[in-house]
């Protein structure tokens, strides 16, 4: 019996593509084991290049009775060139077994909700190259395909995930090699949505830049400082692209979408009404 996760799953991105709702539902599965923060990024980290295996694993409070995969979710891990090489990193560990799970969305709703969520943290207002890369699922994708193999990683569309929840748990559970029979809620919260999020009051920023305070505020249980936060928050409008803006990201991510299509199988046109 492992006293240690030798077996770990890992939620890539894409950012605002559901990653945090397929992993609060999953966290639900007794077999899995969720990590003590949702995103570690242990591997986008360049200050971690020297950190050993060990050190990641404590990540985890694992109980080897009960528990046959280690997850986490980092969808900075697909935010090549924002954080360069997460994918060398992990595949320097090849001793243990990585499956990894990447969540598509249309890209135009895609970066819509990126700079809504953006907004809450005083992020751009328009569409910056970073939108664009995280949106760029061929390439993102193909560096772990290089180094594990598509086997190793399973593909699924946030419309998938948001219409056919139960099925794709049910999908996700096999590929994680768990039960995939495990009775998930009939009813399950999305987490993480980016319309439902609130500009930070400026004084609840400047305690959570103080470090005492921070500190002290992580005292109060997580759902009361959240209720607080949106209490006293401004409302953010949530970002609609113009016809300009999205007849420019198009033109950028179609030689990306074509390639998605062809070396992946996964359809923009059929996914999400685009031509190429």
């Not at 007794?30 to 003590?36: L, N």
């Not at 946030?158 to 009939?186: A, G």
């Not at 936060?229 to 409302?235: A, Y």
Request: proline residues 4%; contains cysteine; aromatic residues 10%.
């Amino acid at each position: 019996m492992q006293t240690v996760p030798v077996r770990f799953g890992l939620i890539l991105g894409a950012m605002k593509c559901g990653t945090s709702s397929l992993y609060r539902w999953l966290s639900l599965h007794p077999e899995v084991c969720h990590s003590v923060v949702k995103e570690p990024n242990f591997f986008a980290d360049r200050d971690n290049d020297s950190q050993s295996l060990e050190q990641y694993r404590r990540l985890w409070s694992w109980d080897p009775s009960r528990h046959s995969i280690a997850l986490e979710a980092s969808t900075n891990y697909t935010k090549t060139p924002l954080f360069p090489n997460a994918a060398e990193r992990i595949a320097k560990h090849n001793h243990v077994d990585w499956r990894f799970i990447y969540i598509m969305r249309n890209p135009i709703n895609r970066i819509e909700s990126h700079l809504t969520h953006g907004a809450a943290y005083g992020g751009a207002e328009r569409v910056e190259e970073h939108h664009i890369c995280c949106s760029e699922y061929a390439r993102q994708i193909e560096a772990y395909t290089k180094l594990f193999g598509k086997e190793k990683l399973l593909l699924l569309t946030f419309d998938q995930l948001t219409r056919r929840t139960h099925e794709i748990l049910r999908q996700t559970c096999r590929f994680l090699d768990i039960d995939p029979e495990f009775p998930f809620p009939e009813k399950l919260r999305s987490f993480n949505v980016a319309s439902s999020r609130r500009r930070e009051n400026r004084v609840v920023d400047l305690m959570r830049r103080h470090k005492m305070l921070s500190m002290t505020s992580r005292l109060v249980p997580t759902e009361i400082r959240r209720r607080v936060r949106w209490l006293i928050g401004e409302k953010i409008r949530r970002y609609k692209l113009n016809d300009q803006e999205v007849a420019y990201v198009l033109k950028r991510l179609r030689p990306d979408l074509q390639r998605l299509k062809s070396e992946f199988g996964i359809d923009a046109h059929s996914e999400w009404g685009i031509e190429l």
